[in-house]
């Protein structure tokens, strides 16, 4: 059985007029059944409280949208208040279902079962699977990958995407080196390079990283692309760790803690907290060249900062709290 929850607050009813008496609400759905004939909620909450919560059951109620009611009444005029309302969805029952299909598409949405099937074995509700593209007849240049699945009842899933080049010649770009870079409280360093000893279009491997930025201890982050033979390169990945100062002394951070965005911004950034602070948390910014531009106190687990005083560049945003320090490049364009 669904189950609907609302914090329904006293000052919805102000129609009724100050310092009234309300003894119940009432609400429906989609259709009105007439004054005194919704479901009742009666009102327990002391004159002090300005809001309460209920559980609206909705069994009966087919999955999809629907238009809540509600309405107070007041015992001593005799009168009730005028209807709210609100649009509600109702999501269908999460009992897992069969896959039947598995489709995509390039570019251009064809329409619902009418993409190229890709065969499924499993009956689950997931499947796990590798399969191989035919992208023969794509024209070189950026495309983007559509996939969606089908269940027994009939329902789609939603849209997965995934962005991709093709290069010209129908060969794909062999990747030569990788470039990569620190930042630290202290700044940020140049430019390192690795060239790969065997160029080829998809890489996994281990190299030892140049470390001669890494001199004091604390956090750092790296952020890597890679380029090809053509001249064209990757969007940048980043990783956290904290170096303590000595041989075999990095350690990677689990995860962040906040999330920055935009990234590249144009100077208003939101910082996102993955929890609400227990106590203040210090923001800086650090200059490309070192040193400390700007200093605030979060308090919120979402937080909105103007930056659009700082030149373009890329900056350092380093949030500390208590002992814990953490840190995350971001580019003012």
């Excluded at 910082?271 to 200059?287: C, D, M, Q, R």
Aim: charged share 15%; glycine share 8%.
């Amino acid at each position: 059985m669904y189950r609907l929850f609302l914090i329904i607050g006293l000052i919805f009813v102000g129609s009724l007029g100050k310092s009234q008496t309300i003894d119940r609400f009432e609400y429906f759905f989609d259709n009105d059944p007439g004054y005194g004939q919704g479901g009742s909620l009666s009102v327990t909450l002391p004159s002090n409280q300005p809001e309460e919560s209920y559980v609206i059951p909705t069994s009966g109620l087919t999955p999809g949208f629907h238009v809540l009611y509600l309405r107070a009444y007041n015992p001593d005029s005799q009168r009730w208040s005028h209807t709210l309302s609100r649009a509600v969805y109702l999501f269908p029952s999460q009992t897992d279902k069969h896959l039947t299909n598995l489709e995509y598409f390039v570019d251009v949405d064809p329409g619902f079962g009418l993409g190229t099937s890709i065969p499924i074995d499993s009956v689950d509700s997931s499947i796990d699977i590798n399969y191989l593209v035919n992208l023969s007849s794509i024209e070189p240049g950026a495309h983007e990958l559509f996939i969606r699945s089908k269940n027994e009842r009939g329902e789609w899933s939603f849209i997965n995407k995934q962005a991709f080049c093709v290069a010209p010649g129908g060969s794909l770009d062999s990747l030569i080196r990788i470039e990569y870079r620190y930042t630290h409280t202290s700044g940020i360093s140049q430019i390192f390079n690795y060239t790969l000893p065997n160029p080829f279009p998809s890489i996994e491997l281990d190299f030892v990283a140049d470390t001669s930025f890494l001199k004091s201890s604390g956090p750092y982050t790296i952020c890597a692309q890679v380029y090809t033979q053509q001249g064209k390169y990757s969007t940048k990945g980043c990783s956290d760790f904290n170096f303590l100062g000595g041989p075999n002394s990095i350690s990677h951070s689990e995860k962040w803690v906040f999330t920055l965005y935009p990234n590249p911004s144009n100077g208003i950034v939101k910082i996102s907290l993955h929890e609400k602070p227990k106590i203040n948390v210090t923001a800086s910014v650090i200059a490309p060249q070192g040193g400390e531009v700007k200093k605030f106190i979060l308090q919120d687990q979402s937080n909105e900062v103007d930056l659009s005083g700082l030149s373009r560049g890329l900056y350092l945003i380093v949030l500390q709290d208590g002992a814990k320090v953490f840190s995350k490049p971001l580019l003012i364009r």
